[in-house]
């Protein structure tokens, strides 16, 4: 046992080395034509500069070689002792040991890209070892410059090895495919548990976008999905290569496919607008359509104002009114985002005027008003839009109008006195009459009873004829002073009389008038003019006197 401990396992191995092996030294001395090695044991290892790699003696001049050196041995001098070695070919060995070794087990090599001989690349992929890779191979895609990847290192995967033939066929678009393939399922994790994800337009067409979202993963956005919106042209809002930003509706796990919306990825600008703008909250707006109703514009949001919101008042043609374009006040009705519907109100932009109608107007007070309605029975005026009120016809004048429509048209601009106020019933009495100069202030100044006066007939009826003496001052000619036996007068309306005033009520703005009393007096005042123009003159006693003496004279003369 003991002998067999004594025996120099070291000095065994290296008795049996073989041309071939592998072995490694330490430098014990450089000397012009090589370098000796300390290999362990008898023997000492030599090497001539021309067995190294230029990589090698460019370290052993700097000093850098500190390690042991890997050596080939190619003869034995068993004689004096010396082993011939080669490091360039120890190292060649192992280059290609680690090839088929990566070959074999599917490992990636790192490799320098040297030059292009025009159908691919030559790669160093090891001292003194050189492999290619086709031009297809480079690159995921194939490349438009070749030249970019002269110097360039790459990961690169052996598809092809003969080690005999010292043929290496690498490919690195392999190995980036499996890279980017990792990558893709990374991102694609994240993507599935993501809302919102990034894009680039890959592609635009009039159903929608395709969208890049990295790495090959596709997502599509559909044109109901682009924007709030409506979208005239897809063209002019959306460019190949812009960056979107979309959020996931669905994920086809098969295909790695995924639909997107932009539109939701943005806050709903409904939903946005009624934070900013509560119910009831009074904007500015913009016309832009007149339909039914109008249709106005708010902070870049379409809202519509039906017909019985525009005005408290009677609307007519809305289109006299409103024009595309004008500006007006708005009260927010409702924002409903589900439906992306805005209603809103102008009207109720100011109170309605009947709630208010005690601060507008007063009992006793003038106001003027637009003639919006014409009755037989009287005049509808607009105070206000939602404020009307009512002129009886009796109130319209104080003379008598038996046509209303011919004194006054719709559209008229009347001054009225408000009359009675009913808030509860929303009634509005006016008057015209009370405004305008009662006539009657002058009539009893102008007329007495006993002055014969001319008037139109404007009534008849059963009791006599309404003569109109002038405006607003009226007489009855009763039936009983219509005229004589002698007098065919026949009256009719508008026709001209003339009577005599035979009373005056002053408190009842009453006037009776008589034609017979006329008539009376008229044949009064001819009898005593035939009366002065027949008779022999009248006599007074101062001229009877006169006579007597006179004949008294003449007598006594002929006598």
Do not use: C
């Not at 339909?291 to 019985?308: A, E």
């Not at 939602?386 to 002129?391: H, Q, V, Y």
């Not at 009534?459 to 009855?476: A, C, P, S, W």
Request: charged share 30%; aromatic share 6%; net charge neutral.
């Amino acid at each position: 046992m003991e002998e067999i401990m004594e025996i120099n396992l070291e000095e065994i191995s290296l008795e049996n080395l073989e041309i071939g092996n592998i072995v490694h030294g330490n430098i014990l001395m450089v000397e012009k034509q090589g370098i000796w090695l300390d290999i362990g044991g008898k023997y000492n290892a030599f090497l001539d500069f021309e067995e190294t790699t230029p990589s090698f003696r460019a370290k052993l001049k700097r000093g850098q070689i500190k390690d042991s050196v890997p050596l080939l041995i190619q003869s034995i001098n068993h004689r004096e002792g010396i082993i011939y070695t080669s490091q360039k070919r120890a190292i060649e060995k192992q280059g290609w040991e680690n090839l088929i070794w990566a070959f074999e087990n599917d490992e990636t090599i790192e490799g320098r890209v040297k030059e292009f001989n025009g159908k691919g690349f030559i790669v160093e992929v090891g001292e003194e070892i050189n492999g290619f890779i086709p031009l297809n191979l480079i690159d995921i895609y194939r490349p438009r410059n070749p030249n970019n990847y002269i110097n360039r290192k790459v990961n690169a995967r052996i598809i092809k090895l003969n080690p005999e033939r010292k043929q290496i066929i690498l490919s690195v678009r392999s190995v980036l495919e499996e890279k980017l393939e990792e990558k893709r399922q990374k991102l694609w994790e994240r993507i599935k548990k993501s809302e919102i994800v990034r894009g680039r337009i890959r592609e635009v067409s009039d159903e929608g976008l395709k969208v890049d979202l990295g790495l090959g993963i596709l997502g599509t956005v559909s044109y109901e999905e682009l924007s709030w919106f409506p979208i005239k042209n897809i063209y002019r809002n959306f460019q190949r290569g812009d960056i979107i930003r979309a959020k996931i509706l669905n994920i086809e796990e098969e295909k790695k496919e995924i639909q997107l919306s932009i539109r939701l990825a943005q806050p709903n600008p409904w939903e946005v607008f009624l934070e900013r703008y509560p119910k009831e909250t009074i904007q500015q707006g913009e016309i832009i359509k007149i339909t039914s109703g109008l249709v106005v514009k708010v902070d870049n949001l379409i809202g519509f104002v039906p017909p019985s919101e525009i005005s408290w008042g009677r609307l007519g043609n809305i289109k006299d009114n409103f024009n595309v374009g004008d500006k007006v006040k708005v009260k927010i009705l409702d924002v409903n985002p589900e439906n992306r519907r805005i209603l809103l109100s102008i009207k109720q932009v100011e109170p309605n005027p009947w709630e208010i109608v005690d601060e507008i107007l007063k009992e006793g007070e003038k106001t003027t008003g637009k003639i919006i309605n014409i009755t037989d029975f009287g005049l509808f005026l607009e105070i206000k839009p939602g404020l009307e009120g009512f002129i009886p016809k009796r109130l319209l004048s104080w003379e008598k109008i038996e046509n209303i429509e011919e004194k006054f048209k719709i559209g008229d601009i009347l001054e009225v006195q408000v009359v009675e106020i009913n808030k509860e019933n929303r009634r509005l009495l006016l008057s015209r009459k009370a405004l305008l100069k009662d006539p009657w202030e002058e009539a009893l100044k102008k007329y007495h009873e006993g002055m014969n006066v001319v008037g139109k007939v404007i009534g008849i009826n059963n009791q006599g004829v309404v003569l109109e003496i002038e405006t607003g001052v009226e007489g009855f000619l009763p039936n009983s002073q219509k005229g004589t036996r002698d007098d065919n007068l026949d009256l009719n309306l508008n026709q001209e009389v003339e009577v005599k005033i035979i009373s005056i009520d002053s408190s009842s703005r009453r006037i009776i008038l008589s034609r017979k009393a006329l008539i009376k007096e008229k044949e009064e005042k001819e009898l005593e003019k035939y009366l002065l123009q027949n008779l022999p003159p009248r006599i007074t006693l101062g001229e009877i006197m006169d006579i007597k003496l006179k004949g008294r004279k003449e007598n006594k003369i002929d006598f």
